[in-house]
């Protein structure tokens, strides 16, 4: 299947700090990058994508950046809150312009 | 308006034993989805439905099948389960089979296999 990584796979920040998340991707095909928001025992749910025109998307706190060079594309968190803990999930599009890939997820703990 | 609904919550099932777990939308989306989730291993797509009628198979399909009769159910059977399917499983659907459609997601099932 395709390769899909994220890094880290844990991250502690205190709170108020920024947090920022990485998946690399090996599809050169790929062209929508979305970031799915896990909490603890709750569904996953999109918080943000983007698409290979653009290098960067904001959503108030969030945004997601694009390297379509270097294939990869970050998550970056600021003023980070307590309610932001969550495991996070990248899941950009692959085999051809398909199907979702999901990363192996990044447990973010952000502490008082 | 429930969005889409899983059921059942939890289960466990010995080894061998038939199981269909069953997903329901109201939202009137064409594609729905399974995926299992394990840790370390983020979500796996099983199989998915474009539309109704139609499904196809994902990364891990072995073990598993699917139906879509309608627009609003899809469930997934383990014919025969065997303890490596133990997983939480969540069904998922989109507006269209585009994969750049938002996937909503179902509450999960937690099946657990002796």
């Known amino acids: 299947g395709e390769n899909v990584e994220q890094h880290p796979s844990t991250l502690s920040v205190q709170e108020g700090d920024s947090a920022v998340i990485k998946c690399t991707y090996s599809?050169?095909?790929?062209?929508?990058f979305p970031w799915y928001k896990q909490e603890l025992g709750k569904r996953p749910q999109l918080i943000i994508d983007i698409r290979s025109n653009v290098g960067e998307k904001k959503d108030q706190r969030i945004a997601v950046t694009l390297n379509k060079t270097a294939k990869h594309f970050s998550l970056h968190i600021t003023e980070t809150q307590p309610e932001d803990s969550a495991v996070y999930f990248c899941a950009p599009l692959t085999g051809g312009g398909n199907k979702l890939t999901f990363g192996t997820g990044t447990q973010l703990k952000v502490e008082l | 308006i429930a969005g889409i609904t899983q059921a059942p919550t939890s289960q466990i099932l010995a080894a061998g034993r038939r199981m269909t777990l069953r997903c329901t939308q109201d939202?009137?989306?064409?594609?729905m989805y399974w995926y299992r989730q394990d840790l370390g291993l983020g979500l796996r797509l099983i199989h998915y439905s474009n539309t109704a009628g139609t499904t196809g198979k994902g990364e891990v399909p072995d073990g598993y099948s699917v139906s879509r009769a309608n627009t609003d159910d899809f469930p997934l059977t383990l014919a025969s389960a065997v303890p490596s399917q133990t997983s939480v499983y969540f069904c998922?659907?989109?507006?269209?089979?585009?994969?750049?459609?938002?996937?909503?997601f179902g509450p999960g099932t937690r099946l657990t296999v002796l």
């Open positions: 998922a659907s989109s507006a269209s089979g585009r994969a750049t459609d938002t996937q909503y």
């Open positions: 939202m009137r989306h064409n594609a």
């Open positions: 599809d050169s095909a790929s062209n929508y």
